[in-house]
C-alpha cells in the first residue's frame, strides 16, 4: 500500500510533543495513545508506551511511572545488554517480562553481505549504539572493524521471518490481565520495540500513516543524544576507527523500513492480527488486548 501523507513528526506540533513524556533519564519515552483506530475509538492514553532502556532512571522518573502506574515492561534486549544497563525500577511494584527478539544461534545479517548472515554482535549495533557506555562502544567496535553498514532493511525482515513466535509472546503479554498500563522497550527503542509496537497498533485498526508517523518520530527523539554518542565514542574508537565511519543506520528510523514491515506482514498474513495467530495467539487474547486498548473517541 502506497502512502502519499506527510508522515514526518514535529515535536514542535503538540499532537507528537504531547505523547513524549519527557522524564530525566528515560530516553525515547513516549505514549502511543491517542492514535485513532478501528471503528471509530482510539487507543487509550497513558496505557501503552514505548521507550529505550530506562538504565538512567532516577527518583523523579520512578515517581513518574508509578503514577501512571506502569504495570509492566516488556524488555526486549540480549542478556548481554540488560546485564551491562538494566533497568533502574528500584523496588516499583513491577513485572519485568523478558522477551529478546536477537538470540537464537543465528546471526543478524549486514549490509556487506546481503542475504547472508555475518553476526549478531553487528546487527546489534543499531539498537546499542546510540545508548552510553559499554554496549554503544561493543556493537560500534565490532560494525567498524568488519567495515559494515547496518542494513536495518534485512535485519527487519529477519525478525519478521524468524522470530515471529517471540514477537507475538510480547504482544500476548500486554494481554494479561493486570499487565496494562505497560512498556515495551529495547536499548534504543526502535528497532525491536518499532516492530513490536507496529504489531499491536495493526491489530487495533491504527492507519498506516500513523503507524509510519509514530516510528519515525523515534528518529527526532535520538538525535541529540545519539550526536552525544557520537563524541563519546570518538575516543573509544580511535583505535581501528573513526566516529564519522559509525552505520548511518545507528540513528535512522526511515518511514520506508516500516511501511516495508507493514507490507510483508499483510503479504504473508494479511495484516497483524494473522501474523501473530499464526505465531501462537489466540484469537481470544487478542481481542482482549484490542478491548483493554480502545476506548470510544471522546474518553481516550
Known sequence: MTLELDVTPDLDNPADADRVLGLPGALNLRDVGGYPAA?????RRRTLLRSAAMHGLGDEARAALAQIPVRTVVDLREDTEVAREPNALGRLPITTIRMPLYSSG??????????????????????????????????????????????????????????????????????????????????????????????????????????VRDYALTAELLHDEAIAALRRLTAVTSRGGDARRLPAGLMAAPPELIRAALERV???????????????????????????????????
Open 39 to 43: 471503528g471509530g475509538r482510539r487507543v
Open 106 to 211: 543465528s546471526p543478524l545479517p549486514s549490509a556487506a553481505t546481503p542475504g547472508t548472515a555475518t553476526g549478531a554482535a553487528t546487527g546489534e549495533a543499531g539498537e546499542n549504539a546510540p545508548g552510553t557506555g559499554a554496549a554503544a562502544a561493543e556493537g560500534v567496535r565490532a560494525a567498524q572493524a568488519a567495515g559494515l553498514e547496518m542494513d536495518l532493511a534485512a535485519i527487519y525482515d529477519f525478525i519478521l521471518g524468524n522470530r515471529g513466535d517471540r514477537l507475538a509472546a510480547a504482544v500476548l503479554a500486554l494481554a494479561e490481565p493486570g499487565a496494562l498500563p505497560a512498556i515495551v522497550h529495547c536499548s534504543a527503542g526502535k528497532d525491536r520495540t518499532g516492530l513490536t509496537i507496529m504489531l499491536v497498533l495493526d491489530l487495533l485498526g491504527v492507519p498506516d500513516e500513523v503507524i
Open 266 to 300: 499483510r503479504a504473508s498474513h494479511g495484516g497483524a492480527r494473522g501474523y501473530l495467530l499464526a505465531h501462537g495467539a489466540t484469537a481470544e487474547r487478542l481481542d482482549a488486548l484490542a478491548e483493554a486498548l480502545l476506548v470510544a473517541d471522546d474518553l481516550s
